[in-house]
């Protein structure tokens, strides 16, 4: 009997990235959505290994690029995000954008990790998205690789396993941080966000470590993977695919 040289004998991992939908600022006003790069560079990374990524939000349906993450803004800020344009212009891609599939239809057992990306949205609206809390911890408690990444991570500090004891207390992790939070508002001019996850982090008793102000940083403790901000998407995405073993 000849062998197929064809057969594929193992089942690609499945991915379950999630993104906020679009959001309002209650602190500078405006429309809010997730940062492209943390998706897209992500997203890239989990594809080229073979991995199956559902994209998924809170609510499903059509979500928003954070303007200032497009690569078209003509304010330039991610104009250097060559890979985010690239997916931008590709149609198939841009489609997965326009129907997200609701986290109420989700079921851990269809996935081998969840991770969760940030942008400006998620400080806003992850805080009163209880469905996603508790997909979290359902993760977490099925021995499945948890990851978030920059103001994604917001959604950890709402997390309580079945005991009751935080998802995150006694862990170390990372977000975005203080000293990068004391940029964009010196940028911007005013405060940015309505409360800072380094601090509220260290209030549940989490271990909260920084690699420097913007650059890429990955954490691990255990099954529990957490990126600084927009410039870790692929590292972030690089230790989910190790912790995997693939």
């Given at each position: 009997?000849?062998?197929n040289l064809n057969a ?226 692929k590292v972030t995405a ?6 995997l073993g693939a």
């Amino acid at each position: 009997m000849s062998a197929n040289l064809n057969a594929v004998s193992s089942n690609p991992k499945r991915i379950l990235l999630v993104i906020a939908n679009p959001g309002t600022s209650t602190t500078v006003g405006g429309a809010v959505g997730f940062w492209a790069s943390e998706l897209i560079h992500a997203w890239y990374e989990f594809t080229e290994h073979g991995y199956e990524v559902t994209i998924a939000s809170p609510q499903g349906g059509k979500v928003e690029f954070d303007k200032d993450s497009d690569p078209r803004d003509p304010g330039g800020y991610s104009a250097h995000d060559i890979l985010s344009m690239g997916f931008i212009h590709t149609p198939r891609l841009m489609n997965l954008l326009n129907d997200t599939k609701s986290l109420n239809d989700v079921r851990v057992e269809n996935y081998d990790a969840i991770v969760v990306a940030g942008g400006q949205s998620p400080m806003f609206t992850f805080p009163t998205e209880t469905r996603l809390h508790q997909l979290i911890a359902e993760f977490y408690e099925a021995q499945k690789v948890t990851a978030a990444l920059c103001h994604g991570t917001c959604a950890l500090l709402f997390v309580k396993l079945t005991d009751g004891t935080p998802l995150i207390a006694g862990k170390t992790m990372t977000g975005f941080a203080n000293v990068e939070e004391d940029f964009v508002d010196g940028y911007v001019g005013q405060k940015l966000m309505p409360f800072r996850i380094e601090d509220e982090a260290k209030k549940i008793g989490a271990n909260f470590i920084t690699g420097g102000l913007f650059k890429a940083f990955v954490t691990r403790d255990g099954r529990l993977i957490t990126g600084q901000q927009q410039y870790s998407g692929k590292v972030t995405a690089l230790e989910v695919i190790r912790a995997l073993g693939a």
